[in-house]
């Protein structure tokens, strides 16, 4: 079982800069695909990014690429997620997940394990 944290989350400016962790306990992190997911107010949980198990793969969903980058260091059993240029749309409550396989799915469905999701709020 892998369980997650996020931290880092808070209030930023728009055009600011911003990174989230997401520490994992457990014994399989480093097999595990990761990602990245948030929820704005009256909107469903959407993909933002994703790594695969040796952090050589990423994808990202088209909304931030460009400005985010994801990132892991299997060493600290740890995930980022490095915001730049960050718009107001980008407020929402960050999640990061850990998905069964080893490659970098993009649909929420494919994770298993959840983080509680850390509050992430851009001012305009």
């Known amino acids: 079982q892998v369980q997650l944290a996020e931290s880092g989350g808070g209030l930023v400016q728009a055009g600011g800069s911003l990174r989230v962790s997401c520490a994992a306990s457990?014994?399989?992190?480093?097999?595990?695909?990761l990602g990245w997911f948030r929820q704005a107010p009256g909107k469903e949980r959407e993909f933002v990014a994703a790594?695969?198990?040796?952090?050589?793969?990423?994808y990202y969903a088209d909304s931030v690429k460009g400005r985010f980058t994801i990132s892991r260091d299997n060493a600290k059993n740890t995930v980022y997620l490095q915001m730049n240029r960050l718009k107001p749309e980008d407020t929402a409550v960050y999640y990061c997940?850990?998905?069964?396989?080893?490659?970098?799915?993009?649909?929420?469905?494919?994770?298993?394990?959840w983080g509680q999701g850390s509050q992430v709020t851009v001012s305009s």
């Open positions: 790594i695969n198990w040796s952090g050589v793969i990423t």
């Open positions: 997940a850990a998905a069964n396989t080893g490659w970098a799915p993009t649909v929420e469905d494919d994770y298993r394990y």
């Open positions: 457990g014994r399989t992190f480093s097999s595990n695909a």
